[in-house]
């Protein structure tokens, strides 16, 4: 089946430095979703991208859809002790409704 | 205005039950997604209803089936449970079959014993 692969796995910063998380997949999507989930919750949507070198904003959140549809990248600025949790990117195909979702990166906010 | 909810929240069953779930998805949404979420890992998709059918389907056996009711709420069936199908499982709700933005509930927690 359809892997994407996040990376890093897993992130440990102080708070107030900024984070850069990817996603790189072996098919083409023509939709990119960035994901937060929390323990014992649902994932919630950060950024939805839908255009080929899209950049796009949510506070303190950036995300990228990049160029060759393959890649997606999320910024995080300024963090802060809530924005622990574990990041998804999730992608879809140009055709069916299927999401894939990635591996996760974890990310633990240093006081 | 409530957003996606499920139930139950946990559950324990034994290798070889049946099991179901239910989704009621979010105000205004008629089309109900169902992930499943190993410990570590990112959902995996099982199948997605809309108008009462299964739409689309993801790398899952025949155990795992589904219902969509009239109005919208859905059920996930998993028969002779395996140790392998403990899990989260998360309902998702869209205004519609191709929208993207998808609103996830809390989840049932499914231990398999």
């Known amino acids: 089946g359809q892997q994407l692969n996040q990376s890093p796995q897993s992130m440990f910063i102080q708070e107030g430095e900024d984070v850069s998380m990817n996603c790189t997949s072996s098919s083409i999507f023509n939709t990119w979703l960035w994901y937060k989930q929390d323990p014992g919750e649902g994932p919630v949507l950060l950024i939805a991208l839908y255009k080929a070198g899209e950049l796009t904003s949510n506070g303190r959140l950036t995300a990228q859809f990049g160029i060759t549809r393959k890649d997606s990248f999320l910024n995080i600025s300024a963090s802060i002790p809530s924005d622990v949790g574990i990041y998804f990117c999730?992608?879809?195909?140009?055709?069916?409704?299927?999401?894939?979702f990635g591996t996760g990166t974890s990310l633990t906010v240093i006081p | 205005d409530a957003g996606v909810t499920q139930s139950p929240t946990h559950l324990i069953k034994t290798r070889g039950q049946q099991v179901t779930l239910r989704c009621s998805p979010k105000?205004?949404?008629?089309?109900v997604s169902w992930y499943q979420q190993a410990l570590g890992q990112g959902p995996q998709f099982i199948f997605q209803y809309y108008e009462e059918e299964e739409r689309q389907r993801g790398n899952f056996p025949d155990r795992f089936s589904g219902h969509q009711f009239p109005n919208y709420s859905s059920e996930l069936n998993v028969n002779a449970l395996l140790l392998g199908d403990s899990a989260l499982y998360l309902c998702a709700s869209s205004p519609g079959p191709t929208e993207n933005e998808q609103y996830f509930g809390p989840g049932t927690r499914l231990t398999v014993t």
């Open positions: 999730a992608g879809r195909r140009a055709f069916g409704n299927q999401f894939y």
């Open positions: 105000s205004g949404h008629d089309t």
